[in-house]
């Protein structure tokens, strides 16, 4: 959870009537998935493909293509076209849970964590789902929809607040753990039998990664803290690299101490008698007292013409 999300630094809430929606992030991901699939409604080509949510989804030949890795995410924002599958359905339960359950979670953690959660839930959800039916040479069949972070959601709803009792279908009242894992069995119970054209697999991904951030206490925005500042570092300039010389380097804080001791060695015995490093730390005192006159504007003063 960010600093500024928590509880103290919300701003207060206005009483009264206001003509702007409370913005939230449940409510902005609802908003963008339902308007992508109005729109994929009137991208139908000549053959009955929709070319929005093909050009979005992922298949499993997606894990050898880098170039097309972002398929994983945009995947999880397309859904069964209306004339399709499920159609309608297959958006309606998704958003509908998003909304129901959401919310808390999204007040848990706070906007950033959250949108966080739900991205990375979905990205890793769509990729496992590849990988799985990669290896078991599945059918060369594509994903999309945002199942895999819903079920995220409902096992992170489970675990922030077990005891909130859900109307299962509506009708049947249960605790929310008893709600999790139901559907979590069902999932495993579908995903085993096999048969159906909907991406179990992805959903029981999206739950376990859920399970282990709750159960590892991972907090995403601090893990990703770092990373803006560190991939932009590759692209900043490096800095030239200089050769210093030991002239360049600056005097030891005895080196006026050493000098007088030096002087006065001279004084005493004689310049014979001085050693080849004594030599060499007066022609270095001597190289800095010039350099810090000519830096003082050393020489006869100049009058004006």
């Known amino acids: 959870m ?6 103290y630094y919300r701003q207060p809430r206005r009483s009264g009537f206001s003509s702007h929606l409370p913005r939230t992030v449940v409510g902005t991901l609802i908003a963008i998935n339902v308007a992508v699939w109005i729109v994929d409604q009137f991208t139908v080509t ?13 298949k499993p030949e997606t894990l050898i293509h880098p170039w097309m890795w972002w398929q994983f995410l945009t995947a999880g924002f397309t859904h069964a076209p209306a004339r399709i599958g499920p159609g309608v359905w297959h958006i309606a339960g998704n958003m509908l849970v998003l909304f129901m359950l959401g919310r808390a979670v999204e007040d848990r953690y706070g906007p950033r964590e959250f949108l966080r959660i739900y991205l990375v839930t979905l990205v890793f959800a769509n990729v496992a789902w590849c990988l799985i039916t990669a290896l078991t040479f599945g ?10 972070a819903i079920a995220g959601i409902v096992v992170l709803f489970a675990f922030n607040f077990p005891n909130v009792t859900i109307l299962f279908f509506f009708v049947l009242p249960m605790p929310a753990w008893v709600f999790g894992a139901l559907v979590v069995l069902l999932d495993i119970y579908r995903a085993v039998r096999g048969g159906s054209e909907v991406a179990y697999v992805a959903h029981l991904a999206g739950a376990g990664f859920a399970a282990l951030y709750y159960l590892r206490g991972w907090n995403l925005t601090r893990l990703t803290a770092g990373l803006p500042s ?12 200089r050769v210093r010389s030991a002239d360049d380097e600056p005097p030891h804080p005895d080196f006026s101490a050493e000098v007088d001791r030096i ?19 007066l022609e270095k005192a001597s190289r800095e007292y010039q350099r810090k006159g000519a830096g003082n504007g050393g020489g006869s003063p100049r009058k004006p013409s």
């Open 2 to 7: 960010g600093i500024y999300d928590r509880d």
């Open 46 to 58: 000549a053959d009955g493909r929709y070319l929005l949510s093909d050009f979005f989804a992922a």
């Open 139 to 148: 059918p060369n069949a594509t994903i999309y929809g945002a199942s895999g």
């Open 230 to 241: 560190r991939f932009t570092s590759l692209f900043r300039r490096k800095p030239r690299l």
């Open 263 to 281: 002087l006065e060695k001279i004084y005493r015995e004689g310049e014979a008698s001085l050693t080849p490093k004594e030599r060499q730390t």
